[in-house]
């Protein structure tokens, strides 16, 4: 064997005596087959097969299996965001003439696919109260093939009463998916109430540390998973080892942290309420939030992401104020270890249910920050603001 034969032939290691508990991130496009027959019938493998690195490798399996179990689903879909993971259940099921009802609160770029995309293919939508309950039954017409749902809205928290919905629509023969990013499969389980797609922001709390990408959708139904597998491999859409090792690591301490933010959340929402520029706090466990007595029955705990509504007279006072922020961030993409705040402005998106208040949302997702150090931040900033309201 010549040098050059040599770099690119790896010799073959014992793995004799050896076992991580790390999971191996294995990177392929080209899956090695053990002899020509074997290759010719590489489709014969089918979706649970290897055939291509774009079609799976034990590392995104391995995701895709924790995932599965954590949702008690029996199969799990990765594909490259949470926005993909929403449009890859949608794209499958829904022809033209075909409908989906999304609710109000919807994560907004779901309402432009919707809008921008379904709409000119033929495919209508129907924007619902996301309070509806089974009153949905009223709303679903004769082609309407999907309903989605997202508990709790997750910039103005309203908590849907998913087994209503789920209910309603089974009996009119619709398929339900859910946007459970939120939740994660910790504290919400929509497939044990009988949805048919659990959908996940990975992310979000999974990947955990604002630096990955990925999205999930687990189902119960084998042909469900058959069909959205379908257009998954037929648009080319993978996921990459490398981010799905990332979230591998992320899922082993998302209960701690989880469970962390959502209890300083807890504390924080209360407290909040306290304040003059605070008009309304919006978070699940207080009773004053939409649907808050669905999150008792129906959710196991908190995540760490709620909102509230300041008052409108103090809005030309936000942006000065917010540059005194050090330790939260600025910014949109949640449930990392820093702690954010995003600014919103809904009422101009809202559609089905007019948007009762005037003044602008503060999204607060709470990271892993010491608690004392970031009140004292929240609480300078809402003082900043109240001093403009009296003076
Ligand atoms: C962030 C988010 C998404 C989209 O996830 P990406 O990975 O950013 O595309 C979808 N739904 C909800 C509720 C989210 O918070």
Same mark, same amino acid.
């Given at each position: ?7 690119? @032939? =790896? ?22 087959? %053990? ?10 493998? *089918?979706f649970d ?6 079609h799976g490798t034990p590392t995104t399996r391995t995701l895709e299996g924790q995932i599965s179990e954590l949702h008690g689903g029996i199969r799990t879909i990765l594909v490259p965001?949470g926005?993909a993971a929403?449009?890859f259940t ?17 994560? *907004?770029?779901? +309402? ?13 939508? /129907? ?5 509806? *309950?089974? +009153?949905?039954?009223?709303?679903? /017409?004769?082609? /309407? ?32 998916g859910c946007?459970n990013t939120?939740?994660t499969p910790?504290?919400?389980k929509p497939l044990?109430?009988?949805a048919d797609f659990a959908v996940e922001a990975l992310?979000?709390?999974v ?7 990925l999205g999930s959708i687990t189902v119960s139904d084998i042909?469900l998973h058959r069909q959205i597998k379908?257009?998954v491999?037929?648009? *080319?859409v993978a996921v990459?080892?490398? #981010?799905v090792?990332?979230a591998l690591?992320?899922i %082993? ?16 929402? #209360? ?8 008009? +309304? ?8 939030? &939409?649907? =808050? ?16 509504? @300041?008052?409108? #007279?103090?809005?030309?006072? @936000? ?49 892993? #920050?010491? &608690? ?6 929240? %609480? ?5 603001? %109240? ?5």
């Amino acid at each position: 064997m010549h040098d050059l034969t040599r770099c690119v @032939l =790896h010799p073959a290691v014992s793995h004799v005596g050896f076992a991580s508990l790390a999971v191996p991130t294995y990177r392929a496009s080209t899956i090695r087959y %053990e002899d020509a027959q074997s290759f010719a019938e590489r489709w014969d493998r *089918g979706f649970d097969g290897y055939t291509y690195g774009l079609h799976g490798t034990p590392t995104t399996r391995t995701l895709e299996g924790q995932i599965s179990e954590l949702h008690g689903g029996i199969r799990t879909i990765l594909v490259p965001s949470g926005q993909a993971a929403i449009t890859f259940t949608m794209l499958p099921f829904l022809r033209p003439g075909d409908r989906v009802l999304i609710p109000d609160h919807v994560y *907004g770029p779901v +309402r432009q696919f919707c809008c921008d995309y379904l709409a000119p293919r033929g495919i209508g939508h /129907t924007v619902y109260d996301p309070m509806i *309950g089974s +009153r949905i039954s009223d709303v679903i /017409t004769g082609g /309407t093939k999907l309903v989605w749902i997202e508990s709790p809205g997750t910039g103005t928290m309203e908590v849907q009463d998913v087994p209503a919905i789920i209910r309603a629509a089974k009996a009119k023969g619709a398929l339900v998916g859910c946007d459970n990013t939120w939740a994660t499969p910790l504290l919400f389980k929509p497939l044990a109430h009988g949805a048919d797609f659990a959908v996940e922001a990975l992310s979000k709390y999974v990947g955990g540390h604002s630096d990955l990408l990925l999205g999930s959708i687990t189902v119960s139904d084998i042909e469900l998973h058959r069909q959205i597998k379908l257009v998954v491999h037929h648009t *080319g859409v993978a996921v990459s080892p490398d #981010e799905v090792s990332l979230a591998l690591r992320g899922i %082993e301490t998302m209960g701690v942290r989880v469970a962390h933010a959502g209890r300083v959340s807890v504390a924080f929402a #209360e407290r909040m309420q306290q304040f003059a520029v605070v008009e +309304r706090v919006l978070h699940p466990a207080l009773p004053s939030c &939409p649907g =808050h007595e669905f999150w008792k029955r129906d959710f196991s705990g908190s995540a760490g992401l709620f909102s509230v509504v @300041l008052k409108p #007279e103090v809005a030309a006072q @936000l942006g000065p104020a917010m540059k005194a922020l050090k330790l939260f961030a600025i910014g949109a993409s949640w449930g990392g270890t820093r702690s954010l705040i995003a600014p919103m402005a809904v009422k101009a998106h809202r559609t089905a249910v007019p948007w009762p208040h005037d003044g602008t949302i503060l999204r607060i997702s709470i990271g892993l #920050e010491d &608690p004392d150090d970031l009140w004292n931040e929240l %609480e300078s900033l809402l003082r900043t603001l %109240e001093s403009g309201l009296t003076s």
